[in-house]
Each structure stands twice: as C-alpha cells, then as structure tokens.
C-alpha cells in the first residue's frame, strides 16, 4: 500500500468508527423518550443471542462417538449452577470456558 492508501484506510475507519459512536446520540437524544421497539429490542435479544450462541456451540456435538458429548454437558451445568449462584452473565461465560477448555485439554 502507497501512503496515501494507507492515510486513506485509516481515515475511513476513524470515520466509520466515530459514525457508530455517535449516531445513536442523534437519533435518540436525551431529550426525547427512546421508541419502543428499541426499548423491546433491547429486551429481547440479549437472550436472542445467548440462545444462538449455544445452538451454535452444540451443532457439531456427536453423542454417538468421541467423548459423547460429556464435556459439553458437564460445561452446560457448570454455566447454569454459577448462574443461579451469582447471576453475572460474564462469570458463568468465563466459568464454562474454562470449564470446557480444562475438559478437554486434560480428561477427554
């Protein structure tokens, strides 16, 4: 890349990146209430995602061959008991990826 593509690159991404930064200021200010179906989308897809996220993870599991799934159901418990107990979602993400890194690393 000459210079002037590269000034040109970080240009449009400093742009792009202070577009997504403020554009959501513009469109909703403080002074006017937020409409309600971004009030309902903010409702519904975090739990959208974190269900995608877990089809996601499970769509290669073979419960007929290699470690039958086992790591991948104890890792599922181990998400859902730090759930329940402490109720921060980073916690039990982190708490299950360790889990399973662990698992399969070392056991299976």
Known sequence: ?????????????????????????LIFPADKPTPGYVRYLGKVLPGAVFGLLVIYCLKNVSLFSGSHGLPEAISIGVVAALHLWKRQMLLSIAGGTVCYMLLVQLVF
């Open 1 to 25: 890349m000459t210079v002037a593509q590269r000034l040109l690159t970080i240009g449009v991404i400093v742009l792009g990146t202070m577009l997504t930064r403020f554009l959501p200021f």
